[in-house]
């Protein structure tokens, strides 16, 4: 099972920008996902990469402000995050999925979260 680890969190203005990181501690070449849990909420889907990061996708919430990407050189994927808004503010999980899709059902092994809080 690989271990995944997320960085870049922190407490940021509304319009701010972001980028999170997940370092894998080990090759993956699975999709991987980023995740979205606030207090009080189920984790929801944030955006999903395929294997080679030709192909994404993105909640409609977050659609045109963030961009997943991956450099499988260095087993990272990144989450950059432009526009960010109060309702943004949550834990940040990135996962590795077994397959295509937006379920957390989806995904094998989880990092702990990196804390993103966008302030009014």
């Known amino acids: 099972q690989v271990q995944l680890v997320e960085s870049g969190g922190g407490l940021v203005q509304a319009g701010g920008s972001l980028r999170l990181s997940c370092v894998a501690s080990?090759?993956?070449?699975?999709?991987m996902g980023w995740f979205r849990q606030a207090p009080g909420k189920e984790r929801e889907f944030v955006a999903t990469i395929n294997w080679s990061g030709g192909t994404t996708s993105y909640a409609d919430s977050v659609k045109g402000r963030f961009t997943i990407s991956r450099d499988n050189a260095i087993h990272t994927v990144y989450l950059q995050m432009n526009s960010l808004k109060p309702e943004d503010t949550a834990v940040y999980h990135c996962?590795?999925?077994?397959?295509?899709?937006?379920?957390?059902?989806?995904?094998?092994?989880w990092g702990r979260g990196t804390q993103v809080t966008v302030s009014s």
């Open positions: 080990g090759r993956t070449l699975n999709t």
């Open positions: 996962g590795r999925a077994t397959g295509w899709g937006t379920s957390p059902i989806n995904i094998d092994s």
